[in-house]
């Protein structure tokens, strides 16, 4: 049985055997049932185990296997594994295109019966942007409305209501796929402290991951999606990582191989630099942003411009459109080591994107999914009150302190009828909340505060 076959063969055991109330069963059941030896069966679950899709009761031979997540009930559908709570659907595997099958089996064969090849540019060269897809048009037509903030909101926002979860979520799920050795909760410690040890490599990663995501979000918006912004990203994520500090940023010197693969990336500093500045350019036209945030995954990974943290700085470069389109980011939540690397070896050797369509769908649902209720839980805040946060403060600022008459100091503002309407409805809400715990918001002194205060709350129409 080929090696992904295997795999997921297994995976389909454990779900029927959960669906029939056997949550846990021992990895001799396993081998009789698929007819691999234990040893073989026993080495797979152990991967199982590191891609987080499986987990072991006991630590002796009479040890017993299940899935993660215990309290769902799993089914094994026609589109993949599934896992259903109530009216919710997760899908816990990625399923698998009759294309992306056919990749994956030639993608088991040895390295010694695979061709040796280098960069391609006409994979770039060709690609012409809202003409030509990477990703099935449709499927980035579908994921970019189910990703979309509604309304009309400044670039940025959909990041910036999410920034906790994120910076969690995207740190671990990248630093992971690079062999980081923190757990999820080890990571929210470190965020929390804010420091690492000078030789924690592991810890070092996680920061630089955190310090770039907060750059995506503070600056990006500002600069739009131009080389500069991702030679930074790589600056910030492989800061103190890289022996030469003069590779932050810079198009490699250096020759670079890839393990595990026959391709032979490009070798030349003209080439290298050329092809970023077209991949860049190309992606900051295409309209659509999914297709432009999978567009600059796969093609700076491709390219490998830099002398390391290609991969990472592809992830991070990726949710570029998408933060200026107010789309759900990019998280990579759940996304195995060896789903990631047949992804990308399929484009390196085959220029086949077909893996890495169906892996990038599969992964930016979750994080669509995860979002949203995120959002949901923690409630919008009002957009009105965002945009018009300064007029708001200063009306409120001149009825206290210069006891202006509210609709004289909201004339002044020069806003529409229908705005300054709404501003004198909200600044009347503010003064009647305006009290010792919030009035520095409004640029106030206590004093001017308390003078108001002892003067009744003066407020003239």
Known sequence: MAKRELYDSILRFLADQQAVGQDRVSRTDIATALGESPSTILRYLNQLKADGKVQQSGNTSASRYGLTHRQVTVNLGATGLVATTGSARLTVLPAWSPAAKELLDALDQPLGARTPVSYQRHFVDDYKPNETFLLPQSLADDLYREGRMQGQQPAGTYARHVIAPLLIDLSFSSSKLEGNRYSRLDTEVLFASGKAEPHDTDAIMLLNHKRAIEFLIDEVPMYGLIP????????????????DENALGAVRQKVVSISNTVYVPAQMPSLLGEMLEIIVGKARDIKNPVEGAFFLWINIA????????????????????????????????????????????????????????????????????????????????????????????????????????????????????????????????????????????????????????????????
């Open 228 to 243: 500069m912004v991702v030679r930074n990203i790589h600056t910030l994520l492989m800061q103190g990582l890289l022996h």
């Open 302 to 461: 491709y390219l490998q411009p830099f002398e390391d943290g290609n991969k990472r700085t592809s992830r991070l470069c990726a949710n570029i459109p998408l933060l200026m389109y107010n789309c759900a980011p990019l998280s990579f939540l759940d996304v195995s080591e060896d789903d990631y690397s047949r992804a990308k070896i399929g484009v390196y050797e085959r220029l086949d994107t077909s893996v890495a369509a169906d892996l990038f769908a599969w992964t930016y649902r979750r994080s669509i999914q995860k979002y949203a209720a995120q959002i949901q839980a923690a409630g919008l805040p009002d957009q009105f009150r965002t945009e018009h946060r300064e007029a708001i403060n200063e009306v409120v600022c001149r009825v206290v302190r210069e006891r202006d008459s509210l609709h004289e100091a909201v004339d002044d503002l020069g806003l529409h009828e229908q705005d300054a309407g709404r501003i004198i409805q909200e600044v009347k809400g503010d003064l009647s909340r305006l009290g010792e715990h919030n009035f520095a918001r409004y640029r106030l002194r206590q004093r001017e505060l308390m003078s108001w205060i002892e003067n009744g709350r003066p407020v003239q129409e």
